[in-house]
């Protein structure tokens, strides 16, 4: 074999140095130090002698891939030692085989790393669906937050995680998952009013009894639901996530002498939620019948009031059965109907006030049931005496019964939904036209009508 030996190979002014010709190897018996450029040509490699190792550029030098052109090798290391402890702190740019046979694993990431950094986890033997996977972001963000810490449970995953920078951090770019590991949760509070039952009709000079409110469920600070319940527990909203709230219409009075129509629900629905319904009011009685069972019941004729539901309003109040004598009133969610009497209708149950739209207000009263003399009273919150016809809009509260022998008895209320978030939480995203008003640091909700949130 030939040999050449010279102090320098350098190439002609202004072009590039190529060693050895296309489909060449060029091997390369040690290190190149202070050159401009190496350079295979076409279809050539470059190669070290066995055993050495090629150095391109000196310590604080930068090495440059020109455009177009490929580093090939270097990517994930691979660890050879199998994870199998309950704790590991990962490294960028490694491959690890996670072992949980024994136990769950919970992995802490790089404090600082880089953009484009990139960490792979192996499920070794298939047991993440006995004992998890956690990843622990260490400070960072994963899929844009810092917690919750991400959970991998399916058996035989796969995680490969690149750094992308300091706003949405890590993230998969596969993971054999199509769940959202760090699903964002946040607290809010609400108020479910369903509609208002109708009042019933009058028959010759007869009254009709008085239309139940609708359920009334409330969780905001602490204040009372219907029929005498505790407040209940806010839920938990995930970010994302579309929530359908169903404004429940209220009831449509009785004619031609009949009972009223009762009122229909309201509710709060979504995806990981356990749906908050609130019955509608229970109609109130033409003469003859019982009022219905609702959120709250509707007053009696000649009859029994109806009965209200648990944690959500009371029952309506009886008709005397006679002629000319009292009709039951309305139930509400703070109080029962009152029973007719002899000479008047029964009163409409109390409503409940709520501060959960910034300051006080009654709602979901029970109506007055009539008589051929003396008018049943209105519960507070928006129902009406005897004979006064509709039920206040949106506030969920039963419709007048009719009083003496005429018609002017009412439609119950329309219902409301309130959801009072966070303000810092609040996305901005609804459907249903809801107002939205603020109130200290908390955003309010409102709707008149049905729509959605989206979290």
Known sequence: MSKIEVDAIEPQSGTNLNVGASGDTVTVPGNIVKSNAVQA?????????????????????????????TLIGGGISWQSTIVTGATHTASANEGYWIDTTSNACTVTLPASPSVGDQIIFTDFKRTFGTN?????????????????QPEYNTSGQSIDIV?????????????????????????????????????????????????????????????????????????SLNK?????????GGGAKGTSSGNGVSGQASSIEGTGL???????????????????????????????????????????????????????????????????????GGNGGAGQASTITGSSVTRAGGSGGGSGAGAGSAGSGGGKAAG????????????????????????????????????????????????????????????????????
Request: no cysteine.
């Open 163 to 235: 750094y992308s920078g300091s706003t949405q951090g890590w993230i998969p770019n596969s993971d054999d998952d199509v769940t959202y590991e760090t699903p964002q949760v946040y607290t809010a509070d609400f108020l479910v009013i369903a509609g208002g039952g109708g009042g019933g009709d009058y028959q010759v000079a007869y009254g009709g009894g008085g239309g139940g409110a609708g359920g009334y469920r409330a969780s905001f600070n602490n204040e009372t639901s219907g029929g005498g319940a505790s407040s209940e527990s806010s839920i």
């Open 41 to 69: 040509s076409d279809g050539g490699n470059i190669i070290s002698q066995s055993g050495t190792t090629i150095t391109l550029g000196a310590s604080g030098d930068t090495v440059q891939i020109a455009t177009g052109g």
């Open 388 to 455: 006064g016809g509709n039920a206040d809009v949106n506030t969920g509260s039963g419709g007048a019964g009719a009083q003496g022998g005429s018609s002017n008895n009412g439609n119950g209320g329309s219902g409301l939904v309130v959801l009072r978030v966070p303000t810092a939480n609040y996305s901005g995203t609804t459907s249903g036209s809801p107002t939205v008003t603020t109130s200290g640091s908390d955003t309010i909700i409102s709707f008149t009508g049905t729509g959605s949130y989206t979290a």
């Open 274 to 344: 356990t749906t908050i319904t609130s019955a509608g009011g229970g109609y109130g009685a033409s003469p003859n019948g019982p009022g219905a069972a609702g959120g709250s019941g509707g007053g009696g004729a000649f009859n029994s009031g109806g009965a209200g539901t648990s944690g959500q309003g009371y029952a309506g109040g009886a008709g005397v059965a006679a002629a000319n004598d009292g009709k039951g009133g309305g139930g509400g969610a703070s109080a029962v109907g009152t029973d007719g009497t002899g000479s008047t």
């Open 132 to 148: 998890a996977l956690t990843i622990n972001p260490n400070g960072n963000n994963f899929q844009g937050a810092t917690t919750p």
């Open 240 to 248: 994302s996530t579309v929530y359908t709230i169903t404004v429940g």
